[in-house]
């Protein structure tokens, strides 16, 4: 079988010859005489493309009776049996990772050459990259010098060239990673003047082809660095957004798009006032609400036997939301030891406050509410539910006062 996927990047047609196609269950893996697509493996994603019109679904190496074989995953389907096939390769999404991969290499050799610290593992990713370096922290200003050290390099166009090893030795080579062990072949990518490392993908002619290469962050992550990237024109596609963004907020704030940062700063900071006064103002106002609340007598509650307990219960029923009849049930326990029973017609929802240490609200309510439909719950000095409606609501109410 032919590898023709290191050479060929286009979208034209591509002739060849299905050998055999296997069914596996709803799937089909082909064997071609010759493919165009790459294989999943050294951290990059398989290729996408068709198959006389099939679309790939995924493409994997695997060990065949009579060496490796490229497994081709499609859909079952009539259109693939032994003979003449046509191959076109989603070329677009080839050229993205071979970009991704190349800017991957030249990441971590600069690192490397900066920081003395190796990359242990990388993925490359649909949306980004991450990389994980093998130290505990990267510096904020490090990141920075490694982006623009990677920029010059990308401005110096340096050529990606291809050693196999043999016919070339392969200790010839400074390689920044350990080579796979039981390959005939090491295949070494050179990033001329910046990298050397073992790398069965697929890269670009030179570092001019990444276009460019963005830092996006950096985490812990089990002891190392994790640092998130994208290149080419993802980049590209990010800064559109990010512009168009910056836009909607330079406009929303009526500050200069260069300003966006310290006006949202600024906006937030209006608001966290503003929520300190309405806060504010909501405690104010569920005092004044307690206050009226305890001016009102205490009736019995009934226990579930139907005796009245010592402590007499304060009820209201108000339309106002539940949030601020908490607020007003925590101001007026803290101002008496009866039971409060409060309630709200529009959420059809009750809370009950007690400060009475001798008192438990739970048998007291919950056989009640649960008898009605409720559901809800609590401990002995505050206990809450909600009814289906403020019928059953009601008849709650009735029953336990």
């Known amino acids: 079988m032919q590898r023709l996927y290191y050479d060929y990047n286009s979208a034209?047609?591509?002739p060849a010859e299905i050998l055999e196609v296997r069914i596996l269950g709803d799937?089909?893996?082909?064997?071609?005489d010759k493919t165009i697509f790459y294989p999943e493996g050294g951290g990059q994603d398989a290729?996408?493309?068709?198959?006389?019109?099939?679309?790939l679904l995924d493409v994997k190496e695997s060990a065949g009776a009579a060496g490796p074989e490229i497994l081709h995953l499609t859909a079952a389907s009539e259109n693939l049996k032994p003979g003449p096939a046509t191959l076109i390769l989603d070329s677009r999404r080839r050229r993205d990772f071979t970009v991704q991969h190349s800017a991957q290499h030249l990441l971590s050799g600069t690192i490397l050459r900066l920081t003395g610290k190796h990359t242990v593992s990388m993925h490359l990713g649909a949306e980004f990259n991450t990389i994980d370096v093998d130290t505990p922290e990267l510096p904020a200003d490090t990141l920075i010098r490694v982006e623009d050290a990677a920029a010059d390099a990308v401005e110096a166009d340096a050529p990606l060239l291809i050693h196999l090893c043999p016919p070339?030795?392969?200790?010839?080579?400074?390689?920044?990673?350990?080579?796979?062990r039981g390959e005939e072949v090491i295949r070494v990518v050179e990033i001329s003047g910046y990298d050397f490392s073992p790398c069965c993908g697929t890269h670009c002619k030179s570092t001019g082809q990444i276009g460019i290469l963005r830092i996006l962050?950096?985490?812990?992550?089990?002891?190392?660095?994790?640092?998130?990237f994208i290149a080419?024109?993802?980049?590209?596609a990010e800064n559109r957004v990010l512009r168009q963004n910056g836009e909607t907020i330079s406009r929303l704030l009526k500050v200069p798009v260069a300003e966006t940062g310290a006006g949202v700063l600024a906006l937030l900071e209006r608001s966290a006032a503003q929520e300190r006064e309405l806060k504010a103002l909501q405690e104010a106002a569920a005092e004044q609400k307690a206050?009226?609340?305890?001016?009102?007598?205490a009736v019995p509650l009934k226990t579930p036997a139907g005796a009245p307990v010592r402590e007499g219960a304060i009820t209201e029923t108000y339309d106002s939301n539940f949030d601020d009849i908490l607020r007003t049930g925590r101001a007026a326990q803290k101002k008496t030891t009866a039971i409060l029973l409060l309630a709200s017609k529009t959420e059809n929802k009750f809370a009950a406050f007690c400060s009475?240490?001798?008192?438990?609200?739970?048998?007291?309510?919950?056989?009640?509410?649960?008898?009605?439909?409720?559901?809800?719950?609590g401990g002995a000095g505050f206990f809450q539910g909600v009814f289906e409606s403020f019928t059953a609501l009601e008849s709650f109410l009735c029953d336990v006062i």
């Open 12 to 14: 034209e047609p591509l």
């Open 27 to 32: 799937r089909a893996a082909v064997l071609l």
């Open 47 to 55: 290729d996408r493309g068709s198959i006389n019109g099939v679309p």
């Open 168 to 180: 070339e030795d392969l200790t010839q080579f400074p390689l920044r990673k350990v080579p796979p």
């Open 217 to 228: 962050g950096s985490e812990k992550y089990k002891g190392m660095t994790r640092v998130t």
């Open 232 to 236: 080419g024109r993802r980049v590209l």
């Open 291 to 297: 206050q009226a609340l305890l001016a009102k007598t």
């Open 356 to 377: 009475g240490k001798e008192v438990d609200l739970r048998p007291l309510l919950k056989t009640a509410m649960e008898r009605r439909g409720g559901k809800g719950g």
